[in-house]
């Protein structure tokens, strides 16, 4: 076997209880570093161009949880087998060529180690990561040391655990149950599993303790950027302004080469900037006869794609617009609701607003409308 697989879907397995991480509610959706334990494994393969789909296992008593999760879900069973075998059946006949299933709560996995075991999926049936064991290793009695273990050839496995989609499907129908994880079950079917460098931030989360050791990984690995927008349009002979791609009734209309989106502007320009990627301008100069009257939603969608092909998501935008009329309050919602669509974000990352000036200045002799905006930007 000596071809690399073309398509290649991952299942996360997220469906158990995680008793030893303490009370409260199961581990995989508990806060950690910003996000979910859950955010932090399913992006790892969302983001990863190897990667063509993510199928989530998840417990039916959480749907109050997956409800926000932005991949496919299927139910789970009582072991963590019976989950598995779940999202491989819920991919059978898509032509998948592999497919890398990993725990959930192995939250620190890096685009490296996916890339490593999809490469080694062109030799060999399956691979998977794992740490040698470098400590001794001793038995124990009655809390006294009995014995030493020699270490040799031993290792620490870890997940993705990576398969043709055919062989491991075949072998998890096949098998009886029981099996520690996915490498057992391959095994018994007589495939052979090439070990691939695993890495200490790729820790399960399994204790009260990991929490912690895992958010000091994320947090030292996350890039976070922020980026600010200002801008300003005057007023000019119209009935409507468009604000934060809302039409409001007004006295006048707002004056600029495209719609004159004061709010969108900014916040398009505030990505731009974290980004270091300048600003509208530079992407849609208005020399350029093409964006005359444009809808400045499409200078936001290309912010928001150009973010994502860096690798970053958008953690949060907030907008002030600046005038004493229009009155934005009774449209600020629609407002919200309308950016969270062009941006694929959740509405309550997302917050506009308004202040006056107290008369002061061009926006308080309502000869315009500014606006301001900070964007923040993460990349783990």
């Given at each position: 076997?000596?071809?690399?697989?073309?398509?290649?879907?991952?299942?996360?397995?997220?469906?158990?209880?995680?008793?030893?991480?303490?009370?409260?509610?199961?581990?995989?959706?508990?806060?950690?570093?910003?996000?979910?334990?859950?955010?932090?494994?399913?992006?790892?393969?969302?983001?990863?161009?190897?990667?063509?789909?993510?199928?989530?296992?998840?417990?039916?008593?959480?749907?109050?949880?997956?409800?926000?999760?932005?991949?496919?879900?299927?139910?789970?069973?009582?072991?963590?087998?019976?989950?598995?075998?779940?999202?491989?059946?819920?991919?059978?006949?898509?032509?998948?060529?592999?497919?890398?299933?990993?725990?959930?709560?192995?939250?620190?996995?890096?685009?490296?180690?996916?890339?490593?075991?999809?490469?080694?999926?062109?030799?060999?049936?399956?691979?998977?990561?794992?740490?040698?064991?470098?400590?001794?290793?001793?038995?124990?009695?009655?809390?006294?040391?009995?014995?030493?273990?020699?270490?040799?050839?031993?290792?620490?496995?870890?997940?993705?655990?990576?398969?043709?989609?055919?062989?491991?499907?075949?072998?998890?129908?096949?098998?009886?149950?029981?099996?520690?994880?996915?490498?057992?079950?391959?095994?018994?079917?007589?495939?052979?599993?090439?070990?691939?460098?695993?890495?200490?931030?790729?820790?399960?989360?399994?204790?009260?303790?990991?929490?912690?050791?895992?958010?000091?990984?994320?947090?030292?690995?996350?890039?976070?950027?922020?980026?600010?927008?200002?801008?300003?349009?005057?007023?000019?002979?119209?009935?409507?302004?468009?604000?934060?791609?809302?039409?409001?009734?007004?006295?006048?209309?707002?004056?600029?080469?495209?719609?004159?989106?004061?709010?969108?502007?900014?916040?398009?320009?505030?990505?731009?900037?974290?980004?270091?990627?300048?600003?509208?301008?530079?992407?849609?100069?208005?020399?350029?006869?093409?964006?005359?009257?444009?809808?400045?939603?499409?200078?936001?969608?290309?912010?928001?794609?150009?973010?994502?092909?860096?690798?970053?998501?958008?953690?949060n935008v907030d907008c002030t617009l600046i005038c004493e009329r229009p009155k934005i309050g009774p449209h600020a919602a629609a407002m919200i609701q309308r950016m969270s669509e062009i941006m694929g974000l959740d509405a309550d990352r997302i917050s506009v607003k308004?202040?006056?000036?107290?008369?002061?200045?061009?926006?308080?002799?309502?000869?315009?409308?500014?606006?301001?905006?900070?964007?923040?930007?993460?990349?783990?």
């Amino acid at each position: 076997m000596t071809q690399l697989p073309k398509t290649v879907a991952a299942v996360i397995v997220a469906a158990g209880r995680g008793t030893r991480a303490g009370a409260g509610i199961p581990k995989q959706w508990r806060p950690l570093a910003g996000l979910r334990v859950a955010d932090w494994a399913i992006k790892a393969f969302t983001n990863h161009p190897q990667i063509d789909h993510v199928v989530a296992v998840v417990h039916p008593d959480d749907t109050e949880f997956t409800q926000s999760l932005d991949v496919e879900t299927v139910s789970g069973g009582a072991s963590r087998d019976q989950s598995v075998r779940a999202g491989l059946e819920a991919l059978a006949g898509r032509d998948f060529d592999a497919v890398l299933i990993h725990d959930v709560a192995r939250a620190g996995v890096s685009a490296e180690i996916i890339t490593n075991v999809i490469a080694a999926l062109g030799q060999s049936a399956g691979a998977a990561p794992a740490l040698a064991v470098t400590d001794a290793l001793w038995r124990g009695q009655n809390g006294n040391v009995s014995g030493t273990q020699d270490r040799e050839g031993l290792f620490r496995a870890q997940t993705p655990q990576g398969f043709r989609f055919e062989d491991i499907l075949s072998a998890h129908r096949t098998h009886a149950g029981g099996a520690a994880d996915d490498v057992e079950v391959a095994r018994t079917a007589g495939l052979d599993v090439a070990i691939v460098a695993g890495n200490e931030a790729n820790l399960k989360i399994t204790t009260p303790g990991d929490f912690a050791r895992m958010e000091r990984i994320l947090r030292g690995q996350m890039d976070i950027r922020l980026g600010n927008g200002f801008d300003v349009h005057a007023f000019e002979d119209g009935d409507h302004v468009v604000l934060c791609g809302v039409r409001v009734p007004h006295t006048h209309g707002l004056k600029g080469h495209s719609d004159a989106d004061v709010g969108m502007h900014a916040v398009t320009d505030a990505i731009y900037g974290a980004l270091a990627e300048g600003d509208i301008g530079r992407h849609f100069p208005p020399s350029e006869a093409e964006w005359k009257d444009a809808d400045s939603a499409h200078f936001l969608d290309h912010a928001v794609k150009l973010a994502t092909q860096k690798g970053f998501a958008i953690s949060n935008v907030d907008c002030t617009l600046i005038c004493e009329r229009p009155k934005i309050g009774p449209h600020a919602a629609a407002m919200i609701q309308r950016m969270s669509e062009i941006m694929g974000l959740d509405a309550d990352r997302i917050s506009v607003k308004a202040t006056t000036s107290e008369r002061l200045g061009f926006t308080g002799r309502e000869e315009g409308i500014a606006a301001i905006a900070t964007a923040t930007l993460v990349k783990s």
